[in-house]
């Protein structure tokens, strides 16, 4: 029997070739916008499984589409997916967790050094025609050799980063984590610190957790109050993670240094937000996993779960087991 797959965005090829040789017939949203919640429902009841990119999949649209076998995000975070209302239908779904470590963790690492540097803000300076003549104490940015790097959120992208600092600047690394990671404190010498010590601590604070009502806003106005007013604050998991008017207000009252951010709160941010103007702070467009061979590899293991569901197996990243 023909299987029929619908895929929310356009895909890497190295995903579509694995599925397109499986014999599945593709469905692929090709407009440059979201699909409404109506058309997603639409759409996947006359699908037996779903490729799904960064779309929000919910309880509504689990109960209309009774077709679907599997369900595969092309993304780590499932932040946007009801799993209870899944479950419930009976719909596994599967992540790509692992292929995306290293891209992230770059990225994480490219806004640490970014801002300690004030590297966007400098480019900006040059493209408005303020280059102008040497002040040896202006726009000093700051060092990170011997710096204690804070984790909160140890698992894959977050040793993968902790792996980058240590080897890169000799950085010291303290983590917090809902449970220990002593795999991870061993191979790393990495200490665990409670959510406080973490504030208090960390030259440079990297967020590598996901994103649910536990983390939601964790890093607010209080939170900041607590860490050193020369720490950089590095998110590139979910921009919900911080409360972004209380991180604007932080860093203009001085309580933390600088921020690199590679996710906001909403995406896309608005062109006039007050991050863009500040000098210590660095913003890219959720482009953590952005690179030709981590969106080949999340297109295919995306794929290769899809296959394993329609075959009737297990989704070998099921996330919902
Ligand atoms: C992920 O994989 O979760 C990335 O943030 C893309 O959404």
């Known amino acids: ?9 356009v895909i890497p090829e190295a995903g579509r070739r694995l599925l397109l040789d499986a014999g599945m017939t593709l469905t692929e949203w090709k407009e440059k916008r979201s699909l409404t919640a109506e058309e997603l429902i639409e759409q996947c009841k006359e699908h037996d ?14 109960e209309a589409c009774t ?5 595969a995000l092309m993304s780590v975070g499932f932040d946007n997916v009801d799993l209870d209302a899944a479950t419930k239908a009976g719909i596994p779904v599967s992540n790509t967790p692992g292929v995306l470590s290293g891209a992230t963790a770059d990225t994480a690492f490219l806004l640490m050094l970014a801002t300690s540097r004030k590297a966007f803000y400098q480019h900006k300076k040059i493209a ?17 050799n011997g710096a204690t790097l804070g984790v909160f959120g140890l698992g894959n992208i977050g040793i993968e980063m902790a792996r980058k600092c240590m080897g890169a600047y000799g950085m010291k690394v303290i983590y917090h984590n809902r449970n220990r990671n002593w795999e991870a404190e061993q191979k790393l010498n990495a200490h665990y610190v409670s959510f406080e010590e973490l504030l208090a601590q960390s030259d440079v604070l990297s967020v590598h957790t996901a994103l649910t009502p536990e ?3 964790k890093f607010d ?28 207000n ?28 500040l000098p210590n702070v660095c913003v890219l467009p959720h482009i953590g996993s952005a690179t030709v061979q981590t969106r080949d590899a999340m297109a295919q293991l995306a794929a290769k779960n899809i296959l394993a569901g329609l075959a009737g197996k297990e989704l070998p990243n099921i996330i919902n087991p």
């Open 1 to 9: 029997m023909i299987m029929k797959v619908f895929i929310t965005r």
């Open 49 to 62: 499984a779903l490729l799904s990119a960064s779309t929000t999949i919910n309880a509504e649209m689990l």
């Open 67 to 71: 077709n679907l076998k599997a369900i």
């Open 128 to 144: 408005k025609g303020e280059w102008g003549f040497f002040e040896p104490t202006a726009d000093l940015g700051i060092e990170l």
């Open 215 to 217: 983390t939601k806003g």
């Open 221 to 248: 106005r209080a939170a900041f109050q607590q860490m050193k007013d020369t720490a950089i604050f590095v998110n590139t998991a979910r921009g919900g993670i911080h409360n972004e008017p209380d991180l604007i």
């Open 250 to 277: 932080a860093l203009k009252d001085g309580l933390i240094w600088g921020a690199g951010l590679d996710v906001t709160n909403p995406e896309p941010m608005d062109a006039n937000n007050e991050l863009l103007d």
